[in-house]
């Protein structure tokens, strides 16, 4: 059995663990944002809390099969704009969105109905209450066509409905700041430049409270009934300027505003609709093609003109629509409605068949990386009332989590003068393998929170800690085995490799049913149940590493040593088995030497 130690090398063991910690934290502070420090959830560093409340046109129930969708292409889109730590969760007919640390705006975004349309514009007016201006410009009439020319949009804009005053400025195929002249716009193909106004900050709320009601579906049909009839435009392609007068009274376009109609549209149906930045009204035709038809949207710098860009690519019909559309409408607007908010309305100067088209205009790059989120990772097959985002204080969580490491603390001692006072040497192995689990762990947790946004909160936390125990219980295994066989007339050195043949299977079947456990638990859970899950599994891996790679080759070393502090029984806590094992063994021997003179 002594050869049997030494032919185990222990030093091979633990040079392997060595290099294994080594290359882990030289991971930690060499990559990254080289700050050694796991990401912390939304109870431990604080974070924004949005709550999003599924409506339908006729104030009915939405099905969990919508709801379900909705939720999803939330979660594409946390994961497409990396928004580390998210959790998107259904409460009834709620989207719960929680995302930690300082992303409060890009949690709002997150939640953005995106209900995209293209429809073409068939006039446009300034609306009839204009915001109040310091020093507000002088009327101007109608700009007249003019050819296009390279480099250099055209300027081509619908004449005035009757719902505008005379003297007021026509809108220029989407608006400028409020009252100020129109701005040129068009549309062309990608790469070269095309101009079209930038997109609102934000779009216009629904009710704050989010109500599905008989109140609210009835303001949805009433919208309808005005905003969108199809006696808006008549067979001829002309409009019906009494119904749209109408309708552009009624509509209240404001920052503000509660537009009931939002993310309720019929795409079918012509659709009287605000501008951009609340300015300008506009007659649309029905929409021509969806916005589930966009392939991909991004927002690049363009360096000839200075201005950050979005760059929109179509799915093969929508190349296909959106081609037809613009050889058939040149020098035509086309208005992108997103949540029945025109956007932009650029003017087509040529025909885009390849599908690339480049949106341009005085956007900032949070604008335009905003808008080409939202359009990039689809339209929710819902309509959500709008909720201001919740600021979460991470107090508690700390209060918590102090409490938390406290106790742990506390137990963690316990154990530590538990094994040093029953197991002595082999103790202060428990408590070295403990330590350098923890730091196994640590830097697990921060390389897992840069490499697949895993975010450390209470739960998993409270799963680390009952780690802890499980670790500790796998060394309890195997220094029990130790006693057993030293029980049975063994020295400590035959007893290592014996021991620990029978110890490991035991630690095997533990660690595998603990392991077990934890891993449905995080396939049936959700939220903070899977982050406990997560850890107590890591752990429970980890532990093994452990328990192989140091622990036992430790205490082989120590079965081996010729030192004699560490070969003597009592300072390892096995002197009294010892004793059992020797008194054992002359009974043994002296049981034989009965038999051989009888």
Request: charged share 15%; glycine share 10%.
């Amino acid at each position: 059995m002594a050869s049997s130690a030494g032919h185990l090398r222990p030093g091979r063991y633990l040079a392997f663990f060595a290099l294994i910690v080594i290359v882990l934290y030289a991971l930690v502070f060499l990559t990254g944002n080289h700050k050694p420090t796991p990401k912390l959830g939304i109870d431990l560093q604080g974070g924004t809390r949005v709550t999003l409340t599924a409506r339908t046109p006729d104030g009915g129930q939405p099905t969990r099969e919508s709801l379900n969708q909705a939720r999803q292409i939330i979660e594409r889109r946390v994961n497409g704009i990396g928004v580390g730590g998210t959790e998107v969760l259904l409460d009834g007919n709620n989207v719960v969105i929680t995302v930690p640390g300082e992303q409060g705006d890009q949690a709002k975004n997150l939640g953005k109905t995106a209900k995209l349309g293209f429809r073409k514009v068939v006039s446009a007016a300034t609306q009839p209450v204009v915001p109040p201006q310091t020093n507000p410009p002088p009327a101007t009439n109608t700009p007249t066509s003019g050819a296009p020319t390279s480099g250099a949009p055209s300027s081509s804009a619908p004449a005035a409905t009757s719902s505008a005053p005379p003297s007021s400025p026509v809108a220029g195929g989407g608006g400028g700041a409020a009252a100020a002249p129109a701005q040129q716009q068009s549309t062309t193909p990608a790469p070269p430049s095309s101009s079209t106004t930038p997109p609102p900050s934000s779009q216009a709320p629904a009710p704050s409270d989010g109500s599905v009601d008989a109140k609210t579906a009835q303001e949805i049909q009433a919208a309808k009934a005005l905003r969108q009839n199809k006696d808006l435009i008549g067979a001829d392609g002309q409009p019906n300027q009494e119904l749209v007068t109408k309708a552009m009274a009624a509509l209240t376009c404001a920052p503000n505003a509660n537009d009931p109609l939002e993310g309720n549209d019929d795409p079918k149906l012509p659709l009287v609709a605000c501008g951009d930045h609340d300015t300008y009204k506009y007659l649309l035709e029905p929409e021509f093609l969806p916005g589930t038809e966009i392939s991909d949207a991004n927002s690049t710098f363009n360096t000839q003109n200075g201005q950050w860009v979005v760059n929109l690519s179509f799915k093969s019909e929508g190349t296909k629509i959106w081609a037809d559309f613009t050889s058939k409408n040149v020098n035509q607007q086309a208005a992108f409605v997103l949540d029945t908010q025109v956007v932009s309305a650029p003017n087509i100067q040529v025909a885009i068949l390849d599908g690339n088209t480049q949106i341009t205009g005085k956007f900032t790059q949070a604008e335009a990386k905003d808008l080409s989120d939202i359009l990039k990772y689809g339209s929710l097959p819902l309509s959500f009332a709008s909720s201001d985002a919740t600021t979460v204080s991470a107090t508690l969580g700390y209060a918590s989590l102090q409490a938390g490491l406290i106790a742990g603390g506390i137990g963690l001692l316990v154990v530590f003068v538990y094994c040093l006072f029953y197991y002595r040497l082999l103790g202060v192995l428990t408590i070295l393998s403990l330590a350098l689990s923890g730091a196994l762990v640590f830097a697990v947790l921060v390389l897992l929170g840069r490499w697949i946004g895993y975010t450390l909160d209470l739960a998993g936390i409270a799963g680390l800690i009952i780690a802890i125990g499980i670790t500790a219980d796998s060394f309890v295994i195997y220094f029990e085995r130790l006693k057993d066989e030293i029980r049975e007339g063994r020295t400590f050195r035959s007893a290592v490799p014996r021991g620990w043949v029978r110890a490991r299977r035991t630690i095997l079947a533990s660690d595998g049913v603990s392991f077990l456990a934890a891993a449905i638990l995080y396939v049936i859970a959700v939220g903070d149940v899977q982050g406990f899950a997560f850890t107590l599994g890591m752990s429970t891996v980890l532990d093994l590493v452990v328990v192989y790679l140091v622990t036992h080759p430790l205490v082989a070393m120590v079965s081996t040593s010729k030192s004699k502090f560490l070969s003597n029984p009592r300072n390892l806590g096995l002197g009294a088995v010892q004793q059992v094992g020797s008194q054992r063994k002359k009974s043994t021997s002296v049981g034989r030497a009965n038999v051989k003179e009888a």
